[in-house]
C-alpha cells in the first residue's frame, strides 16, 4: 500500500500523528485497471474515491445510450456520484478508469464518521466548493462558448490531460463531434 500520508498532505497537516495513524484504517487502497468501473449505473454508491495515480471519467449515459462526460479526475482529486454518495440512493453516473490507476476509497459510514471526530471539515469544504466553482465553469462554457473557445479553454486548463484522453473521449466532454474535434486540434497546432 502506498503511504497515506503522502496523498494529500492538506489533508492530514492538521492532524496528530495519533489522528493519523487512527484515520489510516479508514482508508482502502485499491488497483484498478483501464476500462474498469468504480460506479455503476443504478447501483449503489458506498465510496468517494481518491485517485493517487491514473486517470477516470465520471459520465452520464441516456436511454439511447448516448454518453456525456461529466468531468475526469486525476491525481489529488475526489470524485465519486456525488448525489448518490451523500443521499445514499442509487447511481445516476457512472465512474471509469481511462487509465490502470491507484485509488484510496472511503466509505460513507467512515467519511462521516472521521468529520465528526477530526477537524477536516474545512479541507473537504474547500474541495467541495472548488468542484462547485469548477463545474459552473463548464455549464457555463457549454451553454456561451462555441467549440473552438471550450476546446482552448480544456486545454488552458487541463494541459496535461490532452495526451492521457483520446480525441474521442475529449468530443464527448466539449460536447463536439469527433470531425470537430479534429479540426479544431489541427487549427490550434498551427
Known amino acids: 500500500m502506498r503511504d497515506l500520508q503522502?496523498?494529500?498532505?492538506?489533508?492530514?497537516?492538521?492532524?496528530?500523528?495519533?489522528?493519523?495513524?487512527?484515520?489510516?484504517?479508514?482508508?482502502q487502497y485499491t488497483k484498478y485497471h483501464k476500462s474498469e468501473f468504480l460506479i455503476n449505473?443504478?447501483?449503489e454508491v458506498e465510496y468517494i474515491y481518491f485517485i493517487f495515480s491514473?486517470?477516470?471519467?465520471?459520465?452520464?449515459?441516456?436511454?439511447?445510450v448516448k454518453e456525456h462526460?461529466?468531468?475526469?479526475?486525476?491525481?489529488?482529486?475526489?470524485?465519486?456520484?456525488?448525489?448518490?454518495?451523500?443521499?445514499?440512493?442509487k447511481a445516476t453516473l457512472t465512474l471509469q478508469c481511462l487509465e490502470d490507476s491507484e485509488i484510496?476509497?472511503?466509505?460513507?459510514?467512515?467519511?462521516?464518521h472521521?468529520?465528526?471526530?477530526?477537524?477536516l471539515s474545512n479541507y473537504f469544504l474547500d474541495k467541495s466548493i472548488n468542484g462547485h466553482i469548477a463545474n459552473q465553469r463548464?455549464?457555463?462554457?457549454?451553454?456561451?462558448l462555441s467549440p473552438k473557445d471550450r476546446y482552448e479553454q480544456f486545454i488552458k486548463l487541463y494541459p496535461s490531460l490532452l495526451n492521457r484522453i483520446s480525441?474521442?473521449?475529449?468530443?464527448?466532454?466539449?460536447?463536439v463531434s469527433r470531425e470537430t474535434l479534429s479540426r479544431l486540434y489541427n487549427q490550434h497546432k498551427k
Open 167 to 175: 480525441k474521442s473521449i475529449l468530443s464527448l466532454y466539449l460536447g
Open 69 to 89: 462526460i461529466v468531468s475526469f479526475a486525476y491525481e489529488g482529486w475526489w470524485e465519486t456520484d456525488f448525489k448518490a454518495f451523500y443521499k445514499q440512493t
Open 138 to 144: 463548464r455549464i457555463l462554457s457549454l451553454l456561451t
Open 6 to 27: 503522502k496523498i494529500d498532505i492538506d489533508l492530514f497537516q492538521q492532524l496528530t500523528d495519533e489522528e493519523f495513524i487512527e484515520i489510516r484504517k479508514s482508508f
Open 41 to 43: 449505473e443504478n447501483e
Open 54 to 64: 491514473g486517470l477516470v471519467k465520471l459520465s452520464y449515459v441516456t436511454k439511447d
Open 114 to 119: 472521521i468529520l465528526e471526530k477530526y477537524p
Open 104 to 112: 484510496y476509497k472511503i466509505s460513507y459510514k467512515d467519511y462521516f
